[in-house]
């Protein structure tokens, strides 16, 4: 039995895509389509073969009732609220009823392109790789991650590239501050996440030599309108539970001390600046085997505050 992916496409906020662009995104899911959330429930409670949810409303009813009644399927919020105005909404329970946020651009060809990728991954389980955000034959650079001393080098690396790119100084800046809290991520952050006990109280000032089985590898690309970033580390540590609190504690700034982890690393502020720095973040995790953090860039569309400028935020799990 094919599975359907259910659109919800509310008033009041902004609209989904075309339904013509849905049909194309929805390849391998039965598509369906309503206008409002009332809509959307009765759907929900009286099939059992709907496997994803898309609503541009951040309605906690729906979410929940989503999560309650088909807890195998995935659930993805398309919006152009900022974090603080849909988690207000959502009770705060973001991190728990939502597996993947999208921004719903003024520029449909983002928010487009966020979800056909997105369902792709879904439906295939093919998760891992910037070559999936940017046009075909995109030339992808890769490089080993193999100790501290080599950060320098790496971001100036990336630092450059974006600058062959014709892409500005501020994005290469950016490029750079995002390749280098990619980097310490790989070398100090993942480590300690995996419990390897040599890491344990390691101090980001630290010098770090990795061995061979602990190698990272930095990744990027750009085809002229994005500009994808990556690391990845052999350890898959990262859960979404904890990626989502960590951005929304950064944020919010619920807790003045506790606001991120207590480990000197400080991964919770490192993965809330690759967020701030870029139009979404991408982590895509085999737990136990490999985590990848991914920084989008959509270079045509200037980096506005956090607070007030929607970000894309995806975990995939394979």
């Known amino acids: 039995m094919t599975a359907t992916a259910l659109f919800a496409d509310s008033g009041g906020f902004k609209p989904l895509p075309t339904i013509e662009a849905l049909r194309v995104i929805s390849e391998g899911h039965q598509l369906e389509s309503v206008t409002d959330s009332r809509a959307a429930l009765l759907i929900l409670r009286q099939r059992a073969d709907i496997a994803l949810l898309v609503s541009n409303s951040p309605d906690y009813e729906l979410f929940t009732q ?22 207000g909404l959502l009770h705060g329970e973001e991190a728990t009823l939502v597996d993947h946020i999208i921004v719903n651009k003024g520029r449909e060809n983002w ?10 991954k879904i439906r295939t389980k093919d998760i891992f790789g910037i070559a999936k955000y940017l046009a075909p034959h995109t030339p992808i650079h890769k490089e080993q991650i193999r100790s501290s001393s080599q950060r ?3 971001n100036l690396q990336v630092q ?8 500005g100084q501020h ?4 490029a750079f501050g995002i390749s280098e809290e990619l980097l310490m991520n790989t070398i ?6 995996a419990g390897i006990p040599r890491f344990q109280n390691v101090d ?3 010098s770090i030599i990795l061995q061979p089985e602990e190698y990272g590898e930095l990744s990027y690309g750009c085809d002229g309108q994005i500009l994808a970033i990556s690391s990845s580390d052999p350890f898959g540590a990262l859960k979404k539970t904890t990626l989502l609190t960590y951005l929304k504690k950064v944020l919010r700034r619920e807790d003045g001390e506790g606001l991120i982890d207590d480990k000197k690393g400080g991964a919770g502020l490192g993965l809330f600046k690759i967020l701030y720095s870029s139009h ?11 985590t990848e953090i991914m920084a989008l860039i959509d270079i045509n569309d200037p980096l506005r505050d956090f607070a007030s400028l929607a970000r894309s935020i995806h975990y995939f799990s394979a």
Do not use: W
């Open 171 to 174: 994005i290469a800046r950016v």
């Open 280 to 290: 979404g973040i991408v982590c895509n995790v085999e737990k136990g085997n490999r």
């Open 160 to 167: 450059r590239f974006a600058e062959a790119c014709h892409l």
């Open 111 to 120: 928010t487009v392109n966020q979800l056909r990728i997105t369902l792709a």
């Open 66 to 87: 989503f999560r309650a009644l088909h807890p195998k399927g995935q659930a993805i919020l398309v919006t152009d609220l900022a974090m603080i105005s849909y988690s």
């Open 204 to 206: 980001q000032l630290t």
């Open 152 to 154: 320098e080098t790496l």
């Open 188 to 193: 100090y952050d993942a480590p300690v996440a």
